[in-house]
Each structure stands twice: as C-alpha cells, then as structure tokens.
C-alpha cells in the first residue's frame, strides 16, 4: 500500500510556518470529527507532539500531521 499524497503549497507552508512561529508551537495537527451539517468537521489545533499514526507534511518550516 502506498502513502496518501498530501502536499502543501508554497503559500499554505510560508503561512503556516508564520503562526507556528507566532504561536511557539512545533506543528499543526489537522483531523477530522463526526458533526456538522454534513456529518463531518474539520479541526485545525496547534501542538507539541505526533502520535504514533499520524502522517507528517513538511515544507519550508511548515510542520503538518494528518490524524
């Protein structure tokens, strides 16, 4: 099985990266929970660490894990 391809554009990364920065966290985890209109929603929050699963996006100081 191949990884999922996820890629981040110059100005997602740069924007990233700038509150990461502000903010003093290392990365942005992004997942998505049962709710919302159309019975999912998507949650952006700032953290320290990874978990075990998680699949990590990098560029230029962007640090994205997918849950």
Known sequence: MSEPSI?????????????LQAEHAALMRVSVEGGGCS???YRFDLVQET????LLVERDGA???ID
């Open 7 to 19: 890629t981040l554009s110059e100005r997602a990364a740069k924007r990233i990266a700038e509150i």
């Open 51 to 54: 978990a075990p699963d998680d």
């Open 39 to 41: 019975g999912f929603q």
């Open 63 to 65: 640090r994205v894990i």
